[in-house]
């Protein structure tokens, strides 16, 4: 078998019809099948199967994927090390990061990083947290940084870097801004403005509601914090927000904030990165350089 076998079964198993993964790989759809038919001839195996629309991969190439995308991710890697020290090249170091992380918190640490590593061409994806850590397994980034509860990952490491706890937030107009501290009686029949479904906010959110006995009987779903904080500044709900997402609004007084009453944080900023004896040494870089900053 060759790399171009693999990384066609990679583009079908991830949903790919031949002209897209053609497309893709810049070759042409005969040449994706034959690479396919020659992958299932060294194989012995069958791996994938016609419907309506497109291939499916097969019960046995989705148990083969896993092993595919590290094939293909640790040769990318090799190839792109062996230009950086044939070319003098920068290295690409992929990276995820939950929302609330990448607003809030990571900026001043990749300023300080490519400054001490320019050579290192920082690309990241921002996407709930779940999701990245979905593309971690998957071989399409090298580390993430995302907000998690305490709660341990299969085949990853996690690194708790720093607390960011839920605050209750509200307008500076809004009855609760009188309130020193509130209680959950006082929240009976108010507005939640919530994160989507999905998110470690919402899901978090809704765990301490159920425990403190509060139902949203009156919600409004928005999918951004940005969004979020200006409707609450609209007075149009109260919300349930990372203290480090409003830290500046609460500086300048345009929003309000108090603890949730009966709330006992579990929420963290991770570093997370697989569990493997052949990181790459940006990826070590990267790490130790986090690390050596919280910690440090």
């Known amino acids: 078998m060759n790399i171009q076998q693999l990384k066609v079964l990679q583009e079908i198993g991830g949903g790919k019809t031949l002209a897209e993964t053609a497309e893709k790989l810049g070759l042409k759809q005969p040449t994706v099948s034959f690479h396919l038919h020659k992958l299932e001839e060294e194989l012995g195996l069958t791996l994938t199967r016609k419907t309506a629309r497109k291939l499916r991969p097969t019960e046995a190439a989705t148990d083969l994927l896993p092993y595919v995308r590290r094939i293909v991710a640790l040769t990318a890697e090799m190839e792109e090390r062996a230009a950086e020290h044939r070319d003098g090249t920068s290295v690409k170091l992929r990276l995820g990061a939950s929302y609330t992380p990448a607003t809030y918190f990571m900026p001043p640490y990749f300023a300080g990083f490519q400054k001490l590593y320019p050579q290192i061409q920082l690309q990241l994806s921002v996407k709930k947290a779940e999701a990245v850590l979905t593309m971690l397994r998957g071989y399409e980034i090298e580390a993430a940084i995302v907000s998690l509860p305490e709660s341990r990952e299969d085949d990853l490491t996690v690194v708790p870097l720093v607390t960011d706890e839920l605050m209750l937030v509200f307008s500076p107009n809004h009855s609760l801004a009188s309130k020193e501290q509130v209680q959950v009686e006082d929240l009976r029949g108010e507005t939640f403005l ?14 301490w509601a159920e425990q403190a006995g509060l139902h949203f009987d009156f919600s409004m779903e928005l999918g951004a914090i940005e969004t979020m904080k200006e409707a609450v ?29 009966g709330y006992v944080n579990r929420r963290r900023i991770c570093l997370v990165y697989r569990e493997e004896k052949t990181l790459s040494a940006a990826v070590r870089k990267f790490n130790q350089y986090m690390t050596s900053q919280v910690f440090g």
């Open 233 to 261: 500044k609209c007075n149009i709900g109260i919300a349930v927000l990372p203290r480090r997402s409003v830290a500046r609004e609460i500086l300048t007084g345009e929003l309000r904030q108090l603890e949730l009453p």
């Open 194 to 207: 919530l994160h989507e479904p999905g998110s470690t906010s919402r899901r978090l959110t809704e765990e």
